[in-house]
């Protein structure tokens, strides 16, 4: 049986996050050329652009983590899971029509600085009231 993850966002610059990310760009480094290799550093993950999450065991210790970089066409998302499972968290697919309409609403969002909180528990209480739940 799995153990299930508690999932906030929190910041990324912490000593136990920052060897998350170093044990990934480690995995990742011999699997592609140098070229290919694009780490983010821990002050680019900061940024108000970024929406960085932490999974925690039952424990408190961390023990995944993933970023979401919100700007005009372009999403990084990196994860812990990936070095553990050694495969992509989910199947990738072309976005469709819903998709595309809410990457430009995110980038909207982004963009006039709006719907920031201070918990998951703020963003989806809101997710529920905006969508009729």
């Given at each position: 049986?799995k153990t ?6 929190e ?5 136990e ?19 290919s ?6 002050a ?39 070095a553990v ?6 199947e990738?697919?072309?976005?469709n029509?819903?998709t ?6 995110a ?8 719907a ?7 963003l ?10």
């Open positions: 049986m299930p993850l508690h999932i906030s966002l910041s990324p610059d912490q000593p996050v920052a060897a998350l990310i170093e044990e990934l760009d480690a995995y990742q480094a011999p699997l592609y050329p140098a070229e290799n694009h780490g983010i550093d821990i680019a993950l900061s940024s108000k652009n970024v929406l960085f999450a932490v999974g925690r065991s039952y424990n408190g210790g961390s023990v995944a983590c993933g970023a979401l970089l919100l700007c005009p066409m372009y999403v990084r998302i990196f994860s812990h899971r990936i499972d050694q495969a992509f968290p989910l990738m697919k072309v976005p029509a819903k595309r309409l809410a990457m430009a609403e980038e909207e969002i982004v963009r006039d600085k709006n920031r909180f201070e918990s998951t528990g703020g989806f209480d809101d997710l529920k009231k905006n969508s009729g739940e």
